[in-house]
């Protein structure tokens, strides 16, 4: 009897170890995503600001403010965003 009682023991040890890791992971992967780099699956350049940091409320009142604009205003804002963009992305590029 004394084997199976170890081998049960291994067996729960080994169990609650895994079922540890994974609440850790758990907790750690929500802020650890925003550290991984592009190339190896992180977050996208473009994606927007996590909700309750301050700038996720400064996100939101900048689209809330363009929303608000006229649809002419808005894309004379978008044309002069898209070439200073432009303007410095091919000093950047060799």
Known sequence: ???RSLSI???ALLA???A???????KLSAGMG????????GLPADAPPR???PQYDAYMRERERKRLLPAADREKEEQAQKGATGATSGNAVR
């Open 34 to 41: 925003d550290y991984v780099p592009q190339w190896a699956g």
């Open 9 to 11: 023991a291994a067996v």
């Open 20 to 26: 540890g890791c994974g609440t850790v992971n758990e």
């Open 16 to 18: 609650s170890t895994l």
């Open 1 to 3: 009897m004394r084997p």
């Open 51 to 53: 909700a309750g940091t």
